[in-house]
């Protein structure tokens, strides 16, 4: 045969392939083909990750060296930022408080912050509301940090291309509509996590981005926990969007810069704590026989009081004020010793991340405990059970009741720990020597993320508060947390105006009194603070806290249910926002008398 015929013979059996694949699926029905495009992607994970693990064009921070940076002083990135936003937002905050912009000197422009609470899809999408009901008030555009609490996913979503994708809507609008249309099944249904997979341009694109990152974490040596599996089903739900093949930067923090750099939104602060638990921080023989007395020293140690150790996450820096210690956000997972890192792997997924920033289940048992008792209330019920455990708990003993109360049931989530002997020996006791950091949700803390707001370096002057815990009504557990921090971070808090329910006005003023843990408060602030409360003007019969479907272990809304959220949040808003635009003009009026009096 010639190589013509060849050629020919060749043409006639592609061809006929090719028609019976058509007919093939034309009699398939789709759905089946793209489950089976996800199931093969799965099988390939590995063949897949591998291929492009080495990939400097993809990962250019695998030819970047990190190191630790020991202070408490704000990294140059973040103070670019906040020189650049004060120009960038001048306009705005003119128009905002009903001036000339002639009149408005950018180092008169209050530093504002809005903050979200925990609450899971709850909390995502009330916020989101609010943060819409403050860009149609044309404050949204005059702030310059936002911050999310544990389950405030929105903040992952927000500096993407998912929320960017139609420039004819503001970013918050478009997550608004997609919340509407995506919300529809579970993270826990199969079905409903492999059409998210598939229905899409490119399924394998959608597997590798949301149970890649899965694998990623192996390449560093860190066990794979439960609360990173919930991380990468979360992603299926809220991070997907038409064509996941051109979703690569979105799923690594670090590149949310490319919104901000030049001031141009809002910095986003994300959190998370570590559950310091000094009987868990025993050194190894060979480093303990460094230490003078050590035994006596050990013993003394190990019975001082546990507490959390809150870290920030933003996307220039992953670190603690509590060290203090910071790293670039795309070295997060790497192996650090001495304070540089020696290992370089790919930046872990932002699938991860979500998992850890929202890793509620895997908070303490006293945790569980304390929230149990709110939710019983203050009747027969709660004395009951106060008793029997007080009872309990006596029995125990002190040092075991600690142990017993610090343990967590669900493992949170591991990772290396860039502070790994960030000293040199002989060795001091805590966290710098566990070779990892098990990091957890900050609402096991506090439900707001108040510590990284109240950061003496930001200089914040307005906070803008907003509360969607389940249990808000009875206001015990706001107090209580206030109470805590204001006694870490050496502050007083005066409730100034608490008149109006729908935003009540905080002062709070540094005293010095701090308990040792992070760095003193500098700087005194004001808290406007907004209670996710039932509002007449909605529905009288709407009430957060106790409808089914706001749960926080729900994870499906209907468009309709998302509507009804995003309304209560819009109307509270707009039954509370004077006051709000009172405060920011006080300080804007008294910043500007105090520049023009050379002070």
């Not at 592609?14 to 007919?23: D, F, M, R, S, Y």
């Not at 590995?46 to 080495?54: M, V």
């Not at 003007?537 to 272990?553: G, L, Q, R, S």
């Amino acid at each position: 045969m010639s190589d013509k015929e060849k050629k020919k013979d060749e043409n006639w059996f592609t061809q006929l392939g090719t028609h019976i694949q058509n007919t093939i699926k034309s009699f398939v029905p789709e759905n089946i083909i793209r489950d089976q495009q996800v199931l093969s992607a799965f099988d390939n994970m590995d063949e897949i990750i591998n291929g492009k693990i080495k990939d400097v064009k993809l990962h250019p921070e695998l030819e970047w060296e990190a190191t630790v940076r020991r202070s408490n002083e704000l990294c140059d990135d973040e103070k670019k930022f906040l020189q650049d936003r004060k120009n960038y937002i001048r306009e705005a905050f003119a128009k905002y408080i009903g001036v000339d912009v002639s009149e408005v000197h950018p180092d008169d422009i209050p530093t504002i912050a809005f903050m979200g609470s925990g609450g899971g899809f709850r909390a995502m999408i009330v916020v989101t509301a609010y943060f819409a009901a403050m860009k149609d008030s044309g404050l949204y555009d005059c702030g310059t940090y936002v911050s999310g609490n544990g389950s405030c996913w929105n903040l992952a979503q927000l500096y993407t291309s998912l929320a960017r994708s139609n420039p004819e809507n503001h970013p918050l609008d478009n997550l608004l509509n997609y919340y509407k249309a995506n919300l529809t099944h579970s993270i826990t249904n199969v079905r409903g996590v492999f059409k998210d997979l598939a229905h899409n341009a490119n399924p394998k694109a959608a597997v590798e981005l949301c149970f890649g990152g899965l694998h990623v974490k192996k390449l560093s040596e860190v066990s794979v926990d439960i609360m990173d599996l919930f991380g990468a089903l979360l992603a299926t739900k809220i991070m997907l969007g038409p064509d996941p093949s051109k979703q690569y930067d979105d799923f690594k923090l670090s590149r949310q810069r490319k919104y901000i750099d030049g001031g141009k939104d809002l910095l986003p602060i994300h959190v998370c704590t570590y559950h310091v638990r000094p009987w868990k921080d025993a050194l190894e023989s060979k480093d303990a026989a460094l230490v003078e007395n050590y035994a006596q020293v050990w013993e003394e140690y190990k019975k001082l009081d546990d507490h959390y150790q809150w870290y920030e996450v933003t996307p220039y820096e992953f670190g603690t004020e509590e060290i203090p210690a910071y790293i670039p956000t795309w070295a997060f997972g790497r192996k650090f010793e001495g304070g540089k890192d020696v290992t370089r792997i790919p930046e872990q997924y932002l699938s991860l991340l979500i998992g850890l920033f929202g890793s509620a289940p895997s908070a303490p048992l006293l945790f569980e405990i304390n929230q149990l008792e709110l939710a019983l209330g203050n009747g027969w019920a709660k004395k009951e059970f106060k008793r029997a455990y007080d009872k309990a708990m006596e029995k125990m003993g002190e040092q075991k009741q600690r142990v017993f109360e610090g343990h967590q049931p669900v493992p949170p989530p591991s990772f290396n720990n860039f502070t790994y002997h960030l000293e040199p020996p002989p060795y001091k006791l805590g966290v710098t020597n566990s070779p990892y950091l098990k990091l957890m949700d900050g609402g096991v803390s506090n439900d707001s993320p108040v510590y990284p707001m109240s950061r003496p370096a930001r200089k914040i002057e307005i906070v803008i508060g907003f509360d969607c815990s389940s249990v808000i009504v009875g206001r015990e557990l706001f107090e209580k947390e206030q109470k805590e921090f204001c006694e870490i971070r050496g502050l007083d808090r005066n409730p100034r105006d608490t008149s109006n329910k729908f935003c009540e006005i905080h002062d709070y003023t540094p005293n010095g009194k701090t308990n040792g843990y992070c760095p003193p408060a500098e700087n005194p602030f004001t808290l406007c603070y907004f209670p996710y409360l039932p509002n007449d003007k909605v529905d009288p019969k709407f009430i957060p806290a106790t409808e089914k479907f706001m749960a926080f272990n729900n994870f499906t809304y209907t468009a309709e249910q998302v509507d009804k959220t995003v309304q209560l949040a819009k109307q509270n808003w707009a039954d509370g926002q004077q006051k709000v635009k009172e405060e920011i003009i006080k300080v804007w009026r008294k910043k500007k008398a105090a520049r023009l009096g050379g002070k």
